[in-house]
T-cell receptor
Framework: RKEVEQDPGPFNVPEGATVAFNCTYS??????FFWYRQDCRKEPKLLMS???SGNEDGRFTAQLNRASQYISLLIRDSKLSDSATYLC????????????FGKGTKLSVKP | SAVISQKPSRDICQRGTSLTIQCQVD?????MFWYRQQPGQSLTLIAT?????????ESGFVIDKFPISRPNLTFSTLTVSNMSPEDSSIYLC???????????FGPGTRLTVL
């Protein structure tokens, strides 16, 4: 089992749609979780950290399920500008530097 | 976040040569890292650049192939040595400002080896 697994997509959705991505991780002792966004030919940028209690930032909601070892990202009211690849990222050891990246889920929002 | 720059932004190199990539941060940071992102793949950590001591390499990466320097808290270099076409990739530096374990990335260096 890969350390971090994501559905590669692509997810093709119309503007205004709600879309959800899931990610599973293999190490049950993992400490920290993030979603990054990567635009084509650009560097990854931190979208949000994922907390055990779940967290929301505007149209974006992240959830963590430790029992099932999965993380989700929900995007409401999709915008054209949300089109990107979304990377699920896990820190399996709780120390600085040990980030494991998923391969990403590609989202394409159409007019 | 931090402002991170990398040089060069891209390069095309011949097999057998070496390329040194520079990473500059606008403020002092605790941790600096080097990643590789091969086409269609996720990011893979090459090494942690330690200030004043040897870099810490991940499994599968060795100092002879990827020597790293970190002379101070704002600058690091990664050299890709004796390049082959398999080294064609995007190389990214990142920093951890020590306030959590989020990392912030430089714009990347796109390397093509012929």
């Amino acid at each position: 089992r890969k350390e971090v697994e994501q559905d590669p997509g692509p997810f093709n959705v119309p503007e205004g749609a709600t879309v959800a991505f899931n990610c599973t991780y293999s190490n049950s002792a993992s400490q920290s979780f993030f979603w990054y966004r990567q635009d084509c030919r650009k560097e990854p940028k931190l979208l949000m950290s994922v907390y055990s209690s779940g967290n929301e930032d505007g149209r974006f909601t992240a959830q963590l399920n430790r029992a099932s070892q999965y993380i989700s990202l929900l995007i409401r009211d999709s915008k054209l500008s949300d089109s990107a690849t979304y990377l699920c990222v896990v820190n399996p050891r709780g120390s600085q530097g040990n980030l494991i990246f998923g391969k990403g889920t590609k989202l394409s929002v159409k007019p | 976040s931090a402002v991170i720059s990398q040089k060069p932004s891209r390069d095309i190199c011949q097999r057998g040569t070496s390329l040194t990539i520079q990473c500059q941060v606008d403020s002092q940071v605790t941790m600096m890292f080097w990643y590789r992102q091969q086409p269609g793949q996720s990011l893979t950590l090459i090494a942690t650049a330690n200030q004043g001591s040897e870099a810490t390499y991940e499994s599968g990466f060795v100092i002879d192939k990827f020597p790293i320097s970190r002379p101070n808290l704002t600058f690091s270099t990664l050299t890709v040595s004796n390049m082959s076409p398999e080294d064609s990739s995007i190389y990214l530096c990142s920093v951890d400002k020590g306030q959590g374990d989020e990392q912030f990335f430089g714009p990347g260096t796109r390397l093509t080896v012929l």
